[in-house]
């Protein structure tokens, strides 16, 4: 059965019911309580398999992070942060990226919209922000089109929302975030750049929201990325990336289709471009503006996201899309990801399903980047690089990094269609195509026309190996 966000909401009883007993004061007294509580034992054998894979990885492995995004804490079972803290002494990643969407949809279980976000951002910080910084990891936030605002219910336009200096005095108020390099000239700015000299990787936090709609009180942060921002990011956080170094890309709302929307495509076409024209060593104008990119020597690694709640990646004009699930235990990760990575479990409290984040770690020699899963789903390989196949020739791939018999699949790269789905308006079915390659079950791709491509290898246990492809013209 498919269980509506609210219906879901209400039967998991997290911060829901919390809100509903009183003044919010004791909601937050609970809060502090249940934080102070140590992660339950059923963690601990899944921890210690997570971080011996980390661990392997990390001895090719560039650099690496933990991201974890979507929390609305209202519908999270809150064990995330304590497993970050644990794996803080597990592995040897200390930084942990947050893709942002702090608060729930709806704040009718509150005394008040304002107190709804008000205990979000309290409960963040006791479990996630203060225990992960304690435990000696930096962290970095990127701001979602939730941060900070709620509704209050479906079916009305009342709601509240902070004002742009007080979401970004939450969203910067990190001891990581307090550490980069952002643009002063900006007061309300929530972007910036994190430098990781040794590893030579520039980690560049964008805004996909950054300013409010004044004409509304329901989640009046409005999607978009102003000239402010674009033009920073530019001269600043791409234009200065130093020679052979690598740039992981961070932000709520994906730039494209196939991992979002293709309204999404249109309203971010500019950030999308600059990317695309640094990393094909090229041009591109915005509002009158052109950054010429052409003695470029950096290369962008990933662009990374959340705010669908679901897992798919694509390859697009050299850019590797990848869009990560939601950490909230909400029921729309599943079908979101599907086919390419099974049937997701189901967020059951008592089983570690009941959370979902990733390390991410970058093996730039290998060209490979590892998602090893936390929680709910499995991993994925991708490899940073498109394979440039002909035209009307075949190539069968090899996913050497998986064991035993495989399951095939490969996918346009550059589109998807979503049909309505009658149970959920929030989670449409999602349906992919193959105009331009099919491939076979032993792994030998078929290319029919000129395009880009996702192959993906998936094992027993469903963990994958997946391969961006370029099907150029036939000379």
């Not at 600043?236 to 709302?253: C, E, F, K, N, S």
């Not at 730039?255 to 500019?270: I, K, M, N, Q, S």
């Not at 104008?285 to 990119?293: N, Q, R």
Request: contains cysteine; glycine residues 8%.
């Amino acid at each position: 059965m498919t269980v509506q966000r609210r219906e879901f909401l209400s039967e998991l009883g997290v911060f829901a019911a919390a809100g509903a007993m009183g003044p919010v004061m004791r909601a937050f007294a609970a809060v502090a309580d249940d934080a102070a509580h140590p992660l339950d034992a059923y963690w601990a054998a899944h921890l210690s398999a997570v971080a011996e894979k980390v661990r392997v990885h990390a001895k090719t492995a560039t650099d690496g992070f933990w991201f974890i995004t979507d929390l609305h804490v209202t519908a999270n079972c809150r064990q995330s942060g304590k497993a970050l803290v644990a794996l803080t002494s597990l592995t040897p990643l200390r930084k942990t990226f947050c893709g942002g969407d702090i608060p729930g949809a709806f704040g009718e279980r509150f005394e008040s919209d304002k107190a709804a976000v008000d205990f979000a951002v309290d409960a963040f910080h006791s479990f996630w922000r203060d225990p992960i910084e304690r435990a000696g990891q930096r962290l970095y936030m990127a701001k979602g089109n939730h941060d900070f605002t709620i509704k209050h219910d479906a079916e009305t336009s009342a709601g509240y929302t902070y004002s742009a200096e007080a979401a970004r005095a939450i969203v910067m108020g990190s001891k990581g975030c307090a550490e980069a390099v952002t643009n002063d000239a900006d007061p309300t700015a929530c972007y910036y750049y994190v430098d990781q000299e040794a590893a030579k990787i520039r980690y560049i936090v964008a805004d996909t929201s950054d300013s409010i709609d004044a004409t509304r009180s329901w989640w009046a942060v409005a999607y978009g990325m102003g000239l402010t921002q674009l033009n920073w990011l530019a001269s600043r956080a791409l234009a200065t990336l130093p020679a052979d170094w690598g740039a992981v890309v961070i932000h709520h709302i994906p730039l494209t289709g196939c991992v979002g929307y293709e309204d999404e495509r249109c309203l971010f076409a500019p950030f999308r471009e600059l990317l695309e024209a640094y990393q094909n060593r090229g041009r591109t104008t915005i509002s009158g503006t052109t950054y010429d990119f052409t003695a470029a020597r950096g290369r962008i690694l990933l662009d990374l996201t959340g705010h669908y709640h679901a897992e798919r990646q694509t390859f697009q004009n050299g850019i590797l899309h990848v869009t990560e699930p939601c950490d909230a235990a909400y029921e729309d990760y599943i079908l979101g990801s599907m086919p390419w990575c099974g049937e997701l479990p189901r967020k059951k409290r008592g089983m570690v399903s009941e959370q979902t984040f990733d390390a991410v770690q970058l093996d730039v020699v290998r060209d490979l980047v590892y998602f090893t899963r936390v929680g709910g789903g499995q991993d994925r390989t991708i490899h940073l690089s498109a394979s440039t196949i002909t035209e009307g020739m075949t190539y069968r791939f090899d996913a050497s990094l998986l064991d035993g018999p495989l399951t095939w699949g490969c996918y346009d790269a550059d589109r998807i269609a979503h049909t309505p789905n009658p149970k959920n308006r929030y989670n449409p079915f999602i349906s992919y195509f193959n105009e331009y390659a099919t491939i076979a079950a032993d792994g030998t791709l078929t290319a029919k026309k000129a395009g880009e491509v996702m192959v993906v290898a998936m094992d027993a246990r469903l963990n994958k190996e997946i391969f961006p492809v370029r099907i150029a013209r036939r000379a």
